[in-house]
């Protein structure tokens, strides 16, 4: 293949893809390869080959299929909360100065408290259930949504605006056809964002619980030391990730085609 | 040629009102912004009609309060003295007559051509079938059949602005408003969206007014130019443009251009010089205060 095709190739989503994959076994190689070679302890760090190995086991025997499809229901109520309370608590912060005076300082402080901590709290309101971890994992995503819809929002270009004063649009319509897709792209990081803190929370807190889902999976076999399994579980978590983005991309695209 | 057609702001509004009806009045319009530095005064006791069907350009020096005076003409800014009408009708706000085409890039990235155009339609509530046939005849319009389904990040400058220009013109404004539509274009481009802009009034009739800074531009558009002084922004001079209908680009090499281009230089050359003096003493103060 001569230069330019490749460079074309390359460029494309297919090839960016393909080159992306290709890097990750590469690294898998590597790690392998250290392994083998002593460097990393395998008593940390189990064989990738063994993991792979590992993962037909861990379906068979410890249904991670069906905590796979526990953990991603969680986290699914978990995004639908975020988008469906912090975009619209976003724009009343946008909307009314006084309030994002008062509040905005400590939604940001919210973004960086250990919220995971409080599920004594959450298992008392709750009560040791789904809810428990769908509440937690909303309550540490939250933040980043609201800030980003926030800054999204104010940031939208003073020219859109007037655009839509010189059509005399009403203040809903300023906002449905304007302000709001013009804010979509950081509406989407924030939801991003906001999904890995949920993500992060809604394991830990079912390892921390012992309840349903990949997290109480992961806590069993690293209790019974099945370090390739407990590697499998891991995989299956960052596959539950990799769902969400992809859709949340899929959705962004479909909602502000034109980037 | 260039001398008669050459008046006083004063004589020349009078003449206008002689003219007859006025669609767009503003009268005796003054702009003063509070700033930290005291009260500084954009425009100050500015007075202009224009005809139905007229093409008016106003041009000045950076800093003479041009893009201010298209906010205050275009409802966009409120709070000055004097008095804006359309027909008759007091400007309070933006008003549904005035259509505007920014300065700066104002497509709706994540619309295409033809729903960018088809916009206004859209606000008021025509049918999708009518509006996006209404929008694809003013896409035409400005030139870009084929364009239709594109998105404004896969066009040039140029064409993203004659994007914005057909939205503006789909919502059928009685006045069109532009503020240096084209600054960000190269000359030769400019050129020959003004051909496109020329063709565009001629047929519609559409009344215009043209902020620019640009004096090809102005001269090659215009009936009339209206010459503002640097800060605060006064009319200084108004200039019929007689040069013959239709034109297009290739009117830039005649004598008579030269003349009109030569004769608003002069006066603009002038407020030209005060404003980079301004310029100056204002960085070498604040130098001096540091």
Known sequence: MSKAPLREWMASRVGARSIGIATVAALIGLVELAIRAGIVNRFIV?????????????????????????????????????AGAGIPLGALLHRFRIVRLACETWVGALASAPIVLMYPLFLVIFGRSATTIVMIGFA???????LKTLEGLSGTRQVLLNVGRSFKLTNSQQFWKILLPAALPAVFVGLKLG????????????????????GQLINELAERYDLPGTYGAICFVILTSIVFFDTTERLERFLRPGE | MVDESVRSPAAATDAASSRGAQLLDVERVSKRFVTSEGVITAVEDVSFSIAPGEFVSII???????????????????????????????????????????QEESTFPWRTVVENVAFPLEVVGMAKDARLER???????????????????????????????????????RILLMDEPFAALDEQTRLLLGDR????????????????????????????????????????????????????????????????????WHDLREEASRGIRDDESRVLEGRAKR
């Not at chain 1, 792979?52 to 639908?80: C, D, G, K, M, Y």
């Not at chain 2, 309060?65 to 298209?70: A, C």
């Open chain 1, 140 to 146: 540490a995503g939250l933040a980043p949504v609201i």
């Open chain 2, 197 to 264: 802009v020329l063709q565009i009034q001629q047929t519609l009739k559409q009344t215009t007014l043209l902020i620019t800074h640009n004096l090809t531009e102005a001269v090659q558009l215009s009936d009339r130019v209206l010459v503002m002084t640097y800060r605060p922004g006064r009319l200084k001079r108004l200039v019929d443009i007689h040069l013959p209908h239709p034109r297009d680009s290739e009117v830039v090499s005649s004598d008579a251009f030269g003349r009109y281009v030569a004769e608003i």
């Open chain 2, 60 to 102: 000045g020096p950076s800093g003479c309060g041009k893009s201010t005076l298209f906010n205050i003409v275009g409802g966009l800014v409120g709070d000055y003295e004097g008095r804006v009408t359309v027909a008759g009708d007091v400007v309070r706000g933006t008003h549904a007559a005035i259509g505007m085409v920014f």
């Open chain 1, 46 to 82: 189990p064989l990738p080959s063994e993991i792979i190995v590992a993962i037909p086991r861990i379906i068979v025997e410890e249904n991670v299929l069906h905590r796979f499809w526990q953990t991603a229901q969680e986290l699914l109520w978990a995004s639908l909360l975020l």
């Open chain 1, 195 to 214: 999904l890995i803190f949920a993500m992060i929370n809604i394991v830990g807190v079912e390892f921390l619980i012992n309840f349903g889902g990949l």
């Open chain 2, 135 to 173: 929008a694809e005849h003013f896409v035409a319009m400005v030139g870009l059949r084929g364009f239709e389904r594109r998105f404004p990040t896969e066009l040039s400058g140029g064409m993203r602005q004659r994007v914005a220009l057909a939205r503006t013109l789909a919502s059928e404004p």
